[in-house]
């Protein structure tokens, strides 16, 4: 799989605290925020009103693209 970079602005003081945290936990910053991402995602996978949401949200593009198909 590809990578792709992206730009993060942080506050100064977030950004102390994470490079910290990636210090003592002995990774680069990339990789605490990487794992961050991945447990984020996966939280979300989980929470059922996100997932409503999600539903609901594909439900209207769904329709928006069949309007537009026409």
């Known amino acids: 799989m590809g990578s ?3 730009t993060l602005r ?3 003081e977030q950004a ?3 490079e910290t945290v990636a210090r003592v936990d002995g990774v680069p910053i990339s990789e ?4 961050a991402i991945a447990k984020h ?3 979300r996978r989980n929470d ?7 539903k ?7 329709e928006i693209l ?3 198909a026409q």
């Open 66 to 68: 069949r309007k537009l």
């Open 16 to 18: 102390e605290q994470l």
């Open 48 to 54: 059922t009103e996100f997932q409503a949401r999600l």
């Open 32 to 35: 605490a925020i990487r794992d």
């Open 4 to 6: 792709k970079a992206t």
């Open 10 to 12: 942080l506050e100064e």
């Open 56 to 62: 609901a949200s594909l439900d209207r593009n769904r």
């Open 41 to 43: 995602i996966e939280e």
